[in-house]
């Protein structure tokens, strides 16, 4: 079975810093991982994903995340981060070796950026 | 991407009730997910909702408490029945609008239910 832990329930960062969103996995086969942002009220929002190749990839709003085999991690970063920033975000992993191909989800992790 | 609709918004339920949750899809799309998202929580799958068939239920959901239409490739709906204070979540429809296993899921903007 896949599963994904996001360890922090909350981060909190002053605008301005950088910002790390932490996410670990476990899949068999090698994985698929994205990142998505939830806004009060709203569903969530693709930011990234990471299929193969290079190991940093950039998505919306200025996010990046770098993929880490040995570690079995996926952590979002931003170099500056906002106000508007502050939001939930979700980790997910997929493979090929799931059936039915579902998205597995983490518990989520606030992001409160202060000014 | 696309854009999906999803109605109500929002909804006060008494118990007992049923409500039943649309999503529509602005194009047709091959893949279309139901998920609850429980107060403070994750998200977890509910079931994969498939055109012209049954839907396909996670485990720890059965078509009697939700069940799920999918007429076409653009719509669905997904009805919450006999509904107690624990149905109390947002439900989210997803689509995936490129093949792959690769492809990102795209959300709507939820139904935040509230049973009393």
């Known amino acids: 079975a896949q599963s994904v832990a996001q360890p922090e329930d909350q981060v909190n960062v002053a605008e301005g810093n950088p910002l790390t969103v932490k996410c670990t996995y476990s899949v068999s086969g090698n994985p698929y991982l994205f990142w998505y942002v939830q806004y009060p009220n709203r569903g969530l929002q693709f930011l990234l994903k990471y299929i193969t190749g290079d190991n940093l990839v950039k998505g919306s709003y200025g996010f990046e995340a770098e993929f880490n085999k040995s570690q079995t991690s996926f952590h979002l970063k931003k170099p500056s981060a906002l106000v508007s920033d502050s939001a939930l975000y979700f980790c997910a992993v997929s493979s090929l070796n799931n059936a039915g191909n579902m998205l597995t989800f983490g518990g989520g992790t606030r992001l409160m950026v202060k000014p | 991407s696309a854009v999906i609709s999803q109605k109500p918004s929002r909804d006060i339920c008494q118990r007992g009730t049923s409500l039943t949750i649309q999503c529509q899809v602005d194009s047709q799309v091959t893949m279309m997910f139901w998920y609850r998202q429980q107060p403070g929580q994750s998200l977890t799958l509910i079931a994969t909702a498939n055109q012209g068939s049954e839907a396909t239920y996670e485990s720890g959901f059965v078509i009697d408490k939700f069940p799920i239409s999918r007429p076409n490739l653009t719509f669905s709906t997904l009805t919450v029945s006999n509904m107690s204070p624990e149905d109390s979540s947002i439900y989210l429809c997803?689509?995936?609008?490129?093949?792959?296993?690769?492809?990102?899921?795209?959300f709507g903007n939820g139904t935040r239910l509230t049973v009393t």
């Open positions: 997803s689509v995936r609008i490129a093949q792959g296993y690769n492809s990102p899921l795209h």
